[in-house]
Each structure stands twice: as C-alpha cells, then as structure tokens.
C-alpha cells in the first residue's frame, strides 16, 4: 500500500468503474467472456452482486479460467490522463483511497496491471475471492442477507452503501482535519457526495447519474462541486483543485507564523520596557529613604 513521505492534508477517494476505468468492470469481463445473454436472463430474478457471484460460478462450469478473467480484465479502456493524474495527486502529498461497488478481485487485478496498487491506502468494494475449486467467489460488502445497511436514500444498492463507507472514512480522519475530494460517476456516488463537509470537494461525472441527481438540488450539497467529463478533465480539475487546497493552507500557515511572529515581537518589546521601569522596593525601604 501507499507510502508517501511527502504527505498534505487531502484525501481523494476514487470510484473505480467509469471513473478510474473507461467501463463497467462486470459487463466488461460478461461480455468478453461471451456470457452476456445468460447475465440479462438472470439479472431481472435478483440483485446485481449475487448476479455476478452465479456467473462467476458459471463461467467456471463452462471452463473458463481465472487468467483468463484476468485476461479480459486487462483489455479494459483507460483514458490515458487518468494514470498520469494519479501519481501526480499522490506525488503531490495526497492520500488515495477507492470505493467501488464492483469488486476487490477485478480492482486489484486492474490497478496492478496499471502500475498503481501501490498508490492507494485502502481499497472499499464487495469481497472478491478465488476459492478452493478456482471459482471467484464474489459476495456483498453489507451482507445484506442478514440486515440491510439501513441508508434510506434510495440511490444505494442492497450490498453497499458508500455513504456509510464515506462517514467510516471521515471518522478514521477527523483528528487529522484532512479535506476530502469524491470523483465518482454512478448514482450510488450521491450517497457519499451528501456525506462530504463545506472544506470538501465533489467531481461528479458530468450527464452522468451522479451529476444528473446533484443537479436537481445543488444546495444539499454541502461540499464544492467541480464536474469532470473525461481523464482529461478529470486530470486538470483534480489538479487544480489539489494545488488551490495546498496554496490555501500554506497561506493559512504564514498567516498564523505572522500571528504567532508579531505576538513575540509584542512581548519582546513590553518585556524591554519593563526592563526600565524603576524596581519596586521593599517598603521598609522606602520609609526609611523618605526619612
């Protein structure tokens, strides 16, 4: 995981599907697989994430390998901006986390490929596993079989509410009084996007369901929205806001170096002058000397 010695005060914390990556990581690796006419069967008879744990399942029965889900992985669309902007946010200081409702197996798999796994301090999506029979297993981040995660919003999934993710996050963090940054595309990224504190900043994919949700009442987001289109966007406003955060707060130090330097200086003086003040005697003195 990351090491950085170079640290500043901000979190950013990535989505992963059509955020980081140009696609949906499930129907990527359904269709590359040539599974997709079995998923749409199965996907209007129960939720997605048990979905994607049958045909995990199915793919091995019809003899497909973990290389070779590994494989399709690999041939995922990246805007060629979004690696370089990565390392340069974690160059810079920042912290990088991700959360995403794909899942552990397919995210590790692809930030490894990309050279990035190193960059980031956690990883947040539902268990991906291969088990004993070489089978991916993959299961629910809430399990929601046994309780459901409680968020009443409605834009969540039953396996994962980010937003609960998100105030874990701000918990973990608020002795350190770090800022956070939430790039995200998906309706489920309105959930954290409400989470997030007035020093916060939110990138919604623009004309996408995140975006289109903020955008029916901007005000109930308490965090600054700044919207992205593409990596390259993605790169110049991650960037911009990066660097406006830091100026911020190194302008915030000086004013109080300034504070704490003309405070001395104050002391100094009012110490010098007490310096020529004439002492004060014993009183047994002074009556003595007025005699």
């Known amino acids: 995981m990351a090491c950085n010695n170079n640290k500043n005060?901000?979190?950013?914390?990535?989505?992963?599907?059509?955020?980081?990556?140009?696609v949906d990581s499930d129907n990527w690796v359904i269709d590359e697989l040539g599974f997709t006419d079995l998923f749409n069967q199965l996907l209007p008879t129960m939720p997605w994430n048990r979905v994607m744990d049958c045909m995990m399942k199915e793919l091995h029965d019809q003899g497909k390998t973990i290389e070779e889900i590994k494989q399709a992985l690999r041939t995922i669309p990246i805007h060629p901006r979004i690696v370089p902007a990565i390392?340069?946010?974690h160059a810079l200081g920042c912290e990088l986390r991700i959360v995403s409702d794909a899942n552990m197996f397919f995210i590790e798999t692809m930030v490894e490929h990309l050279g990035i796994s190193e960059l980031?301090?956690?990883?947040?999506?539902?268990?991906?596993?291969?088990?004993?029979?070489?089978?991916?297993?993959?299961?629910?981040?809430?399990?929601?079989?046994?309780s459901s995660h409680g968020c009443t919003l409605g834009t969540c999934p039953p396996n994962m509410c980010k937003g609960l993710v998100i105030e874990r996050i701000q918990d973990s963090l608020a002795k350190e009084g770090k800022k956070m940054i939430y790039l995200g595309d998906g309706a489920g990224d309105y959930c954290p996007s409400l989470k997030l504190k007035a020093e916060d900043y939110v990138m919604p994919r623009k004309n996408f369901p995140v975006w289109d949700l903020i955008s029916q009442n901007p005000?109930?987001?308490?965090?600054?929205?700044?919207?992205?289109?593409?990596?390259?966007?993605l790169e110049k406003i991650l960037m911009g806001t990066i660097e406006e955060i830091i100026l911020e707060e190194e302008k915030e130090k000086k004013m109080l170096s300034t504070s704490a330097e003309n405070t001395c200086k104050i002391h100094t003086i009012s110490v010098g002058i007490n310096v020529h003040h004439e002492p004060?005697?014993?009183?047994?003195?002074?009556?003595?000397?007025?005699?």
Do not use: C
Not at 120 to 144: A, K, M, Q, W
């Open 120 to 146: 980031f301090s956690e990883i947040n999506s539902n268990p991906g596993f291969v088990d004993e029979h070489d089978t991916l297993r993959i299961s629910p981040y809430h399990d929601f079989t046994n």
């Open 87 to 89: 390392k340069a946010a």
């Open 280 to 291: 004060i005697m014993p009183r047994a003195l002074r009556v003595s000397q007025s005699g």
């Open 9 to 22: 005060n901000i979190v950013v914390v990535f989505d992963f599907d059509k955020t980081i990556i140009d």
């Open 219 to 233: 005000l109930l987001v308490k965090a600054t929205i700044r919207e992205w289109t593409d990596g390259e966007s």
